[in-house]
């Protein structure tokens, strides 16, 4: 993988998470934290990707080193199943 594989995720999991965001359209996305309608580059390489029940945030981008880095953030919601956009924004370190 070119991101470090996340522990809480089965290959099954990661592999049906990964379908879900490159499937995604370009555009229109819904609108981001805040309400400010953003867009998810879902062709950028992914930067890390972490879970908290049944959220999952996916970050792409680039991190060119310590302190350097940045990109899009996409945070998805499990129900019953199925994957729901539940918030879009960026991310800098």
């Not at 996340?6 to 555009?27: A, R």
């Not at 981008?61 to 918030?87: A, N, S, T, W």
Request: hydrophobic residues 35%; negative net charge.
């Amino acid at each position: 993988m070119p991101f470090r594989t996340p522990t809480d995720f089965s290959e099954s999991e990661l592999v049906s998470v990964m379908d879900f965001v490159h499937g995604l359209p370009p555009s229109p996305h819904p609108p981001g934290f805040g309400g400010i309608a953003q867009e998810f580059d879902n062709q950028a390489p992914i930067v890390w990707i972490e879970r908290d029940g049944n959220q999952i945030d996916i970050h792409s981008g680039v991190m060119e080193g310590f302190l350097c880095g940045g990109g899009d953030f996409l945070r998805i919601i499990i129900e019953d199943g199925q994957y729901r956009i539940d918030g879009i924004g960026s991310w800098v370190s």
